[in-house]
């Protein structure tokens, strides 16, 4: 037990010390102080503070499912009618209805139900790797159609909703400009995103919460005032309230649900000023295919009113005075510049396929975080002084080897965790006051083993062996079990109390490490070299 | 230098003489803590009550105006807030519980916080937002069942860990012993109206896993002795391997706590309530260790026979080391 060949001091001398090294730019970063240059080439991989201690925002994002199934119908019917209408000859459709999370219509002559299914079939796709599709088609009573959404093909539709909002978030957190965003999925309809050092989290939620959705539709003007105002639609037309800020506020405006377009097709939105009323708008630009789309609402519709939607809620309905041929549109509706930039950051990055909701936020001020650091070191280095203390004064000599293990035990697990890039918390801090405290544990289970050995009249280097060999047993089982625990906390935990287990479970390797191995091979040199006779501990 | 001995050599302290009576005490301390946390609650924060918690400093004054904070944030109709003093004289924390009309609503925790921080901001002047958690009613119902699980999982993992390393009666003990710290951690909570969120569940295991520390030194003294007195009646073989064990048991108590207490004292007040307590835990688990985990052997049935099958190979094992060396 107490033979160490030189190669494994070497050995064990190494791993400390890299292990020490790699701490050292963790220890610039939580001071606050500059990292020197040299270093900087040859090693630069700190510890990642949690927002919790470097401030920022923590945001969790969570789209509806049913929101995507909503969609997928809505999608659906406007290809199926299309293509029903497209026909030739063209097939009547009536009675849709999009019921129950199914899309079922009447095909009304018979004969045409074989074509209809040809025709309607390529609108499907694969799902799933078993073959599925993402619809099933059925026919009942010779001419009703039923297409059903499948589990697969949701769960395509909503994982694909989710890669593209994440590309979406990702574009407007970058239009904001700040530093080293993270923007996770997590699960199947949830987005993380954390942004370091940002003051005031307000424009980021509300660009996160808006879902920048443009529609352009048809006023529908034969819809009666009262219906309107009671929220009575007229088959084929929506009521949509009115944006807030908008000349709509408060009020609902019926329009088309079919025929409209969507502004998902844009190369170019900016904010602007109106140049006759000097409002805050936002001027947008399509591409070729939605300015041709665009081209063809208004020159069909001239001199009709249409609706400007945002997010289903109505910002303005101006008349088309003429055809709107040049592929750029204004949209205005009771902007501040403030949210028409806002806007125009949106419709820039692109809508968000379905709406987020802001689920979680947790907001750290910078100040607050910086605080918490100081007076969490200051916390630890009293603490150790005083375990230091105490340990030299029970244990002397063995006591001082145990608290310079402990010095280098409290390095390690800093390097440690900047080696393997995990994320210091404030709880933590905690975790590494903790660690402190309980490290020591084992040199006092092996110290206080010595101590009886010797009281039971074993001679020092039997005594000293003795310690070691039967306390590691104790150790070793409680050393396991507090790794369960703390693996348990990790996987069950979030945020900031997994920096503690991190901090934990690092700490029981490394106290390990320190406080059996390193201490056992100092006393084993301390006695080859003296060979005492007595021990005084 | 005369070296501290925090034990005198040869304690011998009659720990299970009055094991009885310890054991009436700590069942009754059990189902009392139990009938806090059913009659008084629990104190959930945000992230298991959802709501949201608003910090923030009053850069003008050299106190914060809590009165009339509590009145702006009432007054918005959401119930009565806890508003508290935290870090500076003039910093506070304020935290709205989620209305239970509104808990299904996921955007409610976030409408409700930029309500309260819009009111204020109005309000004083000099109010600057130093940060805030916002949970919905989903996220922190996930939250709390995810909690659940983990002590759950942790406290079964241990016990089996335990029964596997040494026998079934040390592992009910050594579960036993947790659900007494457990008990009474929460008692603790209920009792003192302590803020109990996620925090406080890391708190919980780390108790857990220190005082699972004592038990199992106290266990492997036990086995060890057990072995080594086969004749020994057990209650006087558990009162000795306390004993044994008792100046570590002391001085890893004391570490640990002189660790902890500048971090209470001085330590960010964000950890006040995981470090406060840990702190308080460590007096239960240690108690627990002596007076849960080793009676109650005596009451499962561990006797000198116990260990015995293993006990003959390692014996021949250590004899023939012992030759060697």
């Keep these: ?537 | 230098m005369k070296l501290l001995k925090l034990v005198p050599d040869d304690t011998n302290i009659k720990f299970l003489k009055y094991r009885i009576p310890f054991y009436v005490v700590s069942v009754l301390l059990i189902v009392a803590s139990w009938a806090l946390v059913a009659t008084n609650g629990l104190n959930y924060g945000v992230d298991f009550a959802g709501g949201q918690e608003v910090r923030a400093t009053f850069t003008e004054s050299a106190e914060a105006p809590v009165a009339e904070v509590r009145e702006t944030v009432g007054s918005l109709g959401y119930g009565s807030p806890v508003v508290q003093r935290f870090g500076e004289p003039n910093q506070v924390s304020i935290r709205v519980r989620l209305p239970d009309e509104v808990a299904e609503d996921k955007e409610a925790a976030q409408r409700i916080a930029n309500e309260v921080v819009g009111s204020l901001e109005s309000e004083f002047s000099d109010f600057r937002l130093d940060g805030n958690d916002n949970v919905s009613g989903k996220v922190s119902g996930e939250f709390f069942t995810q909690a659940q699980l983990a002590l759950l999982v942790a406290m079964l993992a241990i016990a089996l860990y335990i029964w596997i390393r040494f026998e079934w009666q040390f592992g009910v003990g050594a579960l036993f012993a947790l659900f007494h710290d457990v008990s009474l951690t929460l008692g603790m909570f209920a009792i003192f109206q302590m803020e109990f969120n996620l925090t406080t569940i890391a708190a919980i295991l780390a108790i857990i896993g220190y005082s699972l520390n004592d038990t199992i030194v106290v266990y492997d003294r036990i086995r060890e002795n057990l072995k080594k007195y086969r004749k020994m009646p057990i209650p006087e073989l558990l009162d000795l391997s306390v004993n044994e064990t008792l100046a570590r048991t002391v001085m890893t108590s004391l570490t640990l706590l002189v660790a902890l207490l500048p971090l209470l004292l001085f330590g960010p007040e964000a950890l006040f309530g995981l470090t406060a307590a840990i702190f308080l835990g460590i007096f239960v688990g240690t108690y627990s260790s002596v007076y849960m985990a080793a009676p109650i052997l005596i009451w499962l049935g561990v006797d000198s026979h116990s260990f015995v099958p293993e006990e003959t190979e390692l014996d021949r094992q250590e004899k023939a080391a012992r030759h060697l060396g």
Excluded at chain 1, 29 to 42: C, H, I, N, R, V
Excluded at chain 1, 337 to 362: H, K, M, T, W, Y
Excluded at chain 1, 408 to 417: C, D, K
Aim: net charge negative.
């Design chain 1, 1 to 537: 037990m107490l033979d160490f060949p030189q190669w494994r001091r070497i050995w064990l001398w190494g791993l400390t010390l890299v292990a020490c090294l790699a701490a050292v730019p963790s220890f610039f970063a939580l001071t606050g102080q500059d990292y020197p240059d040299p270093l900087k080439a040859t090693y630069d991989q700190s510890v990642n503070l949690g927002l919790d201690l470097a401030g920022g925002s923590h945001i969790l994002l969570e789209a509806e499912r049913s929101q995507v199934a909503a969609q997928r119908l809505e999608t659906m019917e406007e290809s199926v009618t299309a293509e029903m209408r497209r026909a030739d000859p063209r097939i009547r459709i009536g009675d849709v209805s999009r019921r129950d999370g199914r899309l079922s219509f009447m095909i009304e002559n018979p004969v045409d139900v074989d074509r209809a299914r040809d025709l309607i079939e390529p609108l499907t796709t694969g799902a799933g790797l078993t073959g599925q599709r993402d619809w099933t088609i059925r026919v009942v009573d010779g001419q009703r159609m039923i297409l059903t959404p499948t589990e697969a093909g949701m769960d395509m539709a909503v994982n694909n909703a989710m890669e593209t909002a994440v590309e979406v978030v990702r574009k407007r957190i970058d239009a904001l400009g700040t530093r080293e965003p993270t923007i996770i999925r997590q699960g199947d309809n949830r987005i993380v995103v954390q942004v370091p050092g940002l003051q005031d989290p307000g424009e980021l939620k509300a660009l996160l919460g808006q879902t920048a959705s443009l529609e352009f539709k048809l006023v529908d003007v034969e819809a009666s005032a009262a219906d309107t105002q009671a929220g009575i639609a007229r088959p084929g037309s929506q009521i949509l309230p009115g944006a807030p800020g908008s000349d709509y506020e408060g009020a609902t405006l019926a329009v088309r649900r079919l025929g409209g377009i969507k502004g998902d097709t844009l190369t170019d939105a900016r904010q602007s000023f109106d140049p006759q009323t000097n409002e805050p708008v936002v001027n947008i630009t399509f591409d070729s295919s939605g300015g041709q789309r665009f081209a063809k609402l208004t020159r069909e519709n001239v001199n009709r009113p249409f609706a400007i939607i945002l997010d289903d809620q109505v910002l303005s309905a101006p008349n088309i005075n003429e055809p709107i041929l040049g592929g750029t549109a204004q949209i205005s509706g009771g902007f501040t510049v403030e949210s028409a930039n806002n806007l125009a950051i949106s419709l820039r990055s692109g809508a968000l396929p379905v709406d987020l909701a802001i689920v979680e936020e947790r907001t750290v001020g910078p100040d607050l975080g910086q605080d918490s650091i100081e007076s969490g070191i200051l916390a630890m280095g009293i603490g150790s002084l005083l375990v230091i203390l105490l340990m030299v004064v029970t244990y002397g000599r063995f006591g001082m080897y145990s608290t310079v293990a402990l010095a280098i035990n409290v390095v390690m697990i800093l390097g440690i965790m900047a080696i393997l890039n995990t994320t210091l918390t404030l709880p933590g801090i905690a975790g590494f006051v903790l660690t402190i405290g309980a490290a020591v544990d084992a040199n006092v289970l092996i110290n206080e083993r010595i101590r009886e050995e010797r009281k039971r009249g074993r001679r020092v280097v039997a005594a000293v062996e003795n310690g070691y060999k039967e306390a590691s047993r104790a150790i070793y089982d409680a050393n396991v079990t507090n790794f369960i625990a703390g693996v348990l906390l990790f996987l069950f935990g979030s945020g900031p109390v997994r920096g503690f287990a991190v901090v934990l479970v690092i700490g029981l390797f490394t106290s390990v490490f320190t406080a059996v191995v390193l201490t056992r091979m100092w006393v084993a040199m301390w006695l080859r070299k003296k060979r005492p006779s007595d021990l005084h501990i």
